[in-house]
T-cell receptor, first 114, second 114 residues
Framework: AQSVTQLGSHVSVSEGALVLLRCNYSSSVPPYLFWYVQYPNQGLQLLLKYTTGATLVKGINGFEAEFKKSETSFHLTKPSAHMSDAAEYFCAVTFTGGGNKLTFGTGTQLKVEL | KAGVTQTPRYLIKTRGQQVTLSCSPISGHRSVSWYQQTPGQGLQFLFEYFSETQRNKGNFPGRFSGRQFSNSRSEMNVSTLELGDSALYLC?????????????FGPGTRLLVL
């Protein structure tokens, strides 16, 4: 069975600082990994995903993530935080043959301070 | 293209009642998945429908059911509501529901059970 662990339920950064949100996965087969963002009272929006190929994945709004098989990690980064990045971020996993049933992490609430 | 729409956006029900939620996928998308989001359990997969057939199911009691119509619109039903069913119910659609596809989420239906 797959699982996802997001370290840090709350992360606070200053505007302009580096954003690093951590995600570690557990999967017995090659995973497909996703990062979603959720703004208050809204659904989830895909930031980026890793399926196959290049392990450094670039997404929307300046976010990127690197798939590291040896570390079973898929951390999300953004070089410079903006106030509009304040939201909840979810890492999710599925795998070939698993259909599109996503297993989500518990989420990380990102706060951006002036 | 219009996004995923969910109706109603908010619902208040009492214990023991039943409720039906509706989801209209993005035009051309044939796979519809449902997720429950609660503060305690996070985001959990309920089920997925493709071509009017339930293709995948999460670990929820039989009180939770769904269906899909020929136009890919989907409904989920919860019978004999319990207080613990209070949650945000999210619907997501994708073209054919393969693991590597992006799922597009609707804004959700927030259900409060009193």
């Amino acid at each position: 069975a797959q699982s996802v662990t997001q370290l840090g339920s709350h992360v606070s950064v200053s505007e302009g600082a580096l954003v690093l949100l951590r995600c570690n996965y557990s999967s017995s087969v090659p995973p497909y990994l996703f990062w979603y963002v959720q703004y208050p009272n809204q659904g989830l929006q895909l930031l980026l995903k890793y399926t196959t190929g290049a392990t450094l994945v670039k997404g929307i709004n300046g976010f990127e993530a690197e798939f590291k098989k040896s570390e079973t990690s898929f951390h999300l980064t953004k070089p410079s935080a903006h106030m509009s990045d304040a939201a909840e971020y979810f890492c999710a996993v599925t795998f070939t043959g698993g259909g599109n049933k996503l297993t989500f992490g518990t989420g990380t609430q990102l706060k951006v301070e002036l | 293209k219009a996004g995923v729409t969910q109706t109603p956006r908010y619902l208040i029900k009492t214990r023991g009642q039943q409720v039906t939620l509706s989801c209209s996928p993005i035009s051309g998308h044939r796979s519809v998945s449902w997720y429950q989001q609660t503060p305690g359990q996070g985001l959990q997969f309920l089920f997925e429908y493709f071509s009017e057939t339930q293709r995948n199911k999460g670990n929820f009691p039989g009180r939770f059911s769904g269906r899909q119509f020929s136009n890919s619109r989907s409904e989920m039903n919860v019978s004999t509501l319990e207080l613990g069913d209070s949650a945000l119910y999210l619907c997501a659609s994708s073209l054919v529901g393969t693991a590597e596809e992006t799922q597009y989420f609707g804004p959700g239906t927030r259900l409060l059970v009193l």
